[in-house]
T-cell receptor
Framework: DSGVTQTPKHLITATGQRVTLRCSPR?????VYWYQQSLDQGLQFLIQ???????AKGNILERFSAQQFPDLHSELNLSSLELGDSALYFC????????????FGPGTRLTVL | GQQLNQSPQSMFIQEGEDVSMNCTSS?????WLWYKQDPGEGPVLLIA?????ELTSNGRLTAQFGITRKDSFLNISASIPSDVGIYFC???????????????FGKGTKLSVKP
């Protein structure tokens, strides 16, 4: 158990819909990262937050957005969902924004039908 | 953009055998990391490498940061059934937070161990 929690574990929805994935980092960790894992693309970095502020952006689509709240939990919002958005979405956390020791959560499996 | 080529894609070995896998990049990396992912779990960091030529061990695992800074290797000695999983390499090119400072992951090596 990494100490990072993600909800829900599974999510099934339809194209065009909007969903919100939630992540709670390890106690004491200030930085949160979101990744998308699909069979053909592997693990792709989406976005990083540090202490409530956006720190780095990866291959995140404009239809996706994220935020980190004052209590340091983070939410990833996916809108206008397409079939290709079906994937595992991982959240990771680290003590600060400059360490490579990222602790990954168990992931949310999103299926878009 | 930066890409990592990880090989082999999968391995099926006998318990007790040694395992080698590698990652190569088209560009230079400043950090190389190796992760393991078990089914239904998130990746877990195994080894981190920060300097060209660095050789680091974690139990039966040994990883090396290639001299050219464009590759890294992971070796597992005397494999056991619990080594089963997907091993990912990851690299970081630039500074943290910069446009090239994010982790880029390889597509993984799936390891199966036959008792």
């Amino acid at each position: 158990d990494s100490g990072v929690t993600q909800t829900p574990k599974h999510l099934i929805t339809a194209t065009g819909q909007r969903v919100t994935l939630r992540c709670s980092p390890r106690s004491g960790d200030l930085s949160v990262y979101w990744y998308q894992q699909s069979l053909d693309q592997g693990l792709q970095f989406l976005i990083q937050y540090y202490n409530g502020e956006e720190r780095a952006k990866g291959n995140i689509l404009e239809r996706f957005s994220a935020q980190q709240f004052p209590d340091l939990h983070s939410e990833l919002n996916l809108s206008s969902l397409e079939l290709g958005d079906s994937a595992l979405y991982f959240c990771a956390s680290s003590v600060d924004g400059t360490t490579d020791t990222q602790y990954f959560g168990p992931g949310t499996r999103l299926t878009v039908l | 953009g930066q890409q990592l080529n990880q090989s082999p894609q999968s391995m099926f070995i006998q318990e007790g055998e040694d395992v080698s896998m590698n990652c190569t990049s088209s560009s230079i990396f400043n950090t190389w990391l190796w992760y393991k992912q078990d089914p239904g779990e998130g990746p877990v960091l195994l080894i981190a490498l920060y300097k060209a030529g660095e050789l680091t061990s974690n139990g039966r695992l040994t990883a090396q940061f290639g001299i050219t800074r464009k590759d890294s290797f992971l070796n597992i000695s005397a494999s056991i059934p619990s080594d089963v999983g997907i091993y990912f390499c990851a690299g970081r090119g630039g500074n943290y937070g910069g446009s090239q400072g994010n982790l880029i992951f390889g597509k993984g090596t799936k390891l199966s161990v036959k008792p």
